[in-house]
T-cell receptor, first 112, second 115 residues
Framework: AQSVTQLGSHVSVSEGALVLLRCNYS??????LFWYVQYPNQGLQLLLK??????LVKGINGFEAEFKKSETSFHLTKPSAHMSDAAEYFC??????????FGTGTRLTVIP | DTAVSQTPKYLVTQMGNDKSIKCEQN?????MYWYKQDSKKFLKIMFS???????INETVPNRFSPKSPDKAHLNLHINSLELGDSAVYFC??????????????FGPGTRLTVL
């Protein structure tokens, strides 16, 4: 069975500071991992995905994530936070029939 | 043009009623999905539908039934609505179910409130 755990339901960073959102996965097979972002009252938008091609994955809006098998982690980072990054972030792993199993989400607040 | 659209955006109804939520995608995708997001923002897969094959999450009550008139549409029918059905429902689509790597594109969501 596949699952992900997101550590920290709320993360606050200052504008310009490093963003680090944590995700650990559990999978009985090599996982496909995703990060999605949800802005208030909107649907989910894909930030990036890991499909085993490269362990460091670059996504949109300056985000990137590194797949670490030894740590079963897929943490999301951005070197410098912008006010527009404030949103809910979801880590997900692909399971049966391409269905996504999501973590509980991390709300990112950016302080001016 | 909106890739995945849902109607209505908001739906308020009484317990016991039957309601439907419509979803349409104009991406030419083969697979569509329904997810439920509860009040704590937790997202859970309900159904996936690919080439007339329906895969159901076994935890979904049989009051919920997806209907697909064609490849571009996957509607969600809910019978005998209960208070616990209040949530945001998201439709999504992907090119196929090719081993799990396909990006899913989400609709804007339908906020269902059951009174």
């Amino acid at each position: 069975a596949q699952s992900v755990t997101q550590l920290g339901s709320h993360v606050s960073v200052s504008e310009g500071a490093l963003v680090l959102l944590r995700c650990n996965y559990s999978s009985s097979v090599p996982p496909y991992l995703f990060w999605y972002v949800q802005y208030p009252n909107q649907g989910l938008q894909l930030l990036l995905k890991y499909t085993s091609a490269a362990t460091l994955v670059k996504g949109i809006n300056g985000f990137e994530a590194e797949f670490k098998k030894s740590e079963t982690s897929f943490h999301l980072t951005k070197p410098s936070a912008h006010m527009s990054d404030a949103a809910e972030y979801f880590c997900a792993v692909s399971g049966w029939a391409n269905n996504l199993f999501f973590g509980t989400g991390t709300r990112l607040t950016v302080i001016p | 043009d909106t890739a995945v659209s849902q109607t209505p955006k908001y739906l308020v109804t009484q317990m016991g009623n039957d309601k439907s939520i419509k979803c349409e995608q104009n991406l030419g995708h083969d697979t569509m999905y329904w997810y439920k997001q509860d009040s704590k923002k937790f997202l859970k897969i309900m159904f996936s539908y690919n080439n007339k094959e329906l895969i159901i999450n076994e935890t979904v009550p049989n009051r919920f039934s997806p209907k697909s008139p064609d490849k571009a549409h996957l509607n969600l029918h809910i019978n005998s609505l209960e208070l616990g059905d209040s949530a945001v429902y998201f439709c999504a689509s992907s090119q196929g179910a090719s081993g799990g790597v396909d990006t899913q594109y989400f609709g804007p969501g339908t906020r269902l409130t059951v009174l």
